[in-house]
């Protein structure tokens, strides 16, 4: 059971990192509305 909660967080860390990574790409023109693109992606949601 162990072995299987711990293969568990090694598959899915990557995918939630992926996940937020692409949320973030995907809101900055929301956040960032009339700014220029190069200000809004050195700063993330």
């Known amino acids: 059971?162990?072995?299987a909660v711990l293969g568990a967080g090694?598959?899915?860390a990557p995918?939630?990192?992926f996940i937020?990574?692409?949320a973030?790409?995907?809101l900055a023109?929301?956040?960032c509305g009339?700014?220029?693109k190069?200000?809004?992606c050195w700063f993330p949601l």
């Open 38 to 40: 190069a200000f809004c």
């Open 15 to 17: 995918l939630a990192w």
């Open 24 to 26: 973030n790409f995907a």
């Open 20 to 22: 937020s990574l692409e």
């Open 10 to 12: 090694l598959a899915l």
């Open 29 to 31: 023109p929301l956040a």
């Open 34 to 36: 009339s700014h220029g």
């Open 1 to 3: 059971m162990r072995q």
